[in-house]
Structures are given as C-alpha cells and as structure tokens.
C-alpha cells in the first residue's frame, strides 16, 4: 500500500494517477494521519486468483467524511462515493462500515486507488472480502455487537431498578452514566447512522461530539456522588 499527501486537496484522479512515482511505500499497520485538512490518495494491486468477480471492499473506520475509490472495468474508468457525508443507502452494502463493490474478471489484476478526506481522524483500515467472506464478518461483528449492547441494557435496567427501589444517588448517577456511555458507543460505532439517522449526516456526526461530552459529565457526575 502506497500513498500521496495531497494538501491542496484539489487534484483530479487523472491528474494523482500521473504522479504515481510521488506515492511513498507505507510501512505496515493501518494508515493513520491524525487531523489534517489534507487530501490523501492510496493505491494497491489486487489479483483475482479464482472465478470469483463480485468483491467487497471495506474501510473500517466509519467517521470518515469522505472516501472515494476509483479502478477501471473493462476498460471505463469507475468512481464510487461514500463516507459519513453521503447518505446511508449511498452504501454498496447495508453495515456500519464504509464499503464498496469492486468487480474481477477472472484472474484479472487490478489497481485500486483511494482518496480521504475528513475533519475526523485521517485512518484507513482496509480489508477486502468475497461476498460470502464479507456476510460471514458482518453476522459475526453484529453478534458480537449485540451481546455488547444487550449486556449494557441488562446492567442499565438492573441499576435502574435498584435506584426505583432505594432512591440511592449513586444507583441513579450510574445508571445515567451507563445509557449515556452506551448511546456514545452506539454512534461511534457507526449503528447511530445505520439504524436511527441514515439520512441525516449532520446530526449523526454532532451527536458522536454530545454524547462524547455527556458520557464525561455523567461519569463526573457519578464520581462525586459516589
């Protein structure tokens, strides 16, 4: 995986794809750039080894403003969109996190190439998927989710009923604590955007800052109560 820093954050495709000597081998891990203003252009070489054509690509990083990927297919160039500023339906794939459809010939060998830009945190954890691969890692990430979240109910309403029965402050501070705690995970992890605001990017990237400071205040809240 190589990559370019744009900072004007201006250039077309066309342009970037001239001045691939510029792209600067990453060393491994997942790319990350912290906050910048900067466009960045990443490009690998995938080959298809099987007959297999339909393939998910997915970042796994959700509160990425915008990701735009661009490969050729039979000889046209395509370009597809997507990022917290697109609506969620814009997405090849119904999940949290942001993916795209990439067709293979078989054994055919292809560069990819892929602009960032956000306000957030510039990182960018790739994986690509068959479809069959991709539906396998989604079952099993949301199960994993959903036992995460229902343990936080079971603890929210277990607190909750103990607060109902004794009024004890700190019960209550805790059980504040918790819901907050648990909606802020619940946008960071992309289901805000999925489940409750799929057309509303505004309100879901404010409410990941909100939730960010109640999740502090009630845990300052249950501290000195405590």
């Known amino acids: 995986l190589r990559y370019l820093e744009e900072p004007e ?116 954890p790739l994986a690509l998927y068959s479809e069959r691969a991709f539906g396998d890692h989604a079952t099993r990430d949301m199960t994993g989710l959903g036992i995460f979240y229902g343990m936080f109910l079971i603890m929210v309403l277990f607190n909750a009923l103990i607060w109902a029965s004794t009024r004890d402050k700190g019960y209550g501070a805790f059980t504040l604590f918790l819901v907050a705690f648990a909606l802020f995970q619940f946008t960071v992890s992309g289901l805000l955007f999925q489940y409750v605001l799929p057309n509303s990017m505004w309100v879901a990237n404010s409410l990941l800052v909100i939730l960010g400071f109640l999740s502090l205040g009630t845990a300052s809240t249950y501290c000195i109560t405590y």
């Not at 990701?67 to 297919?73: G, I, M, N």
């Not at 090849?92 to 055919?108: K, M």
Request: hydrophobic letters at 35%; aromatic letters at 16%.
């Open 9 to 124: 954050a201006t250039a077309s495709f066309s342009e970037i794809r001239s001045r691939i000597d510029e792209f600067t081998l990453l060393p491994e891990g997942v790319p990350s750039f912290g906050y910048s203003d900067s466009a960045y252009w990443f490009v690998f070489e995938v080959q298809n080894v099987g007959p297999l054509e339909a393939w998910v690509l997915e970042v796994g990083y959700p509160h990425l403003d915008d990701v735009r990927v661009y490969y050729d297919a039979g000889g046209d160039e395509r370009e597809q969109r997507g990022g917290d500023r697109q609506t969620f339906d814009s997405r090849y794939r119904p999940y949290r996190n942001i993916n795209f459809g990439i067709e293979f010939a078989d054994s055919e060998r292809k560069t990819i190439w892929v602009r960032v830009q956000s306000e957030s945190s510039v990182q960018l």
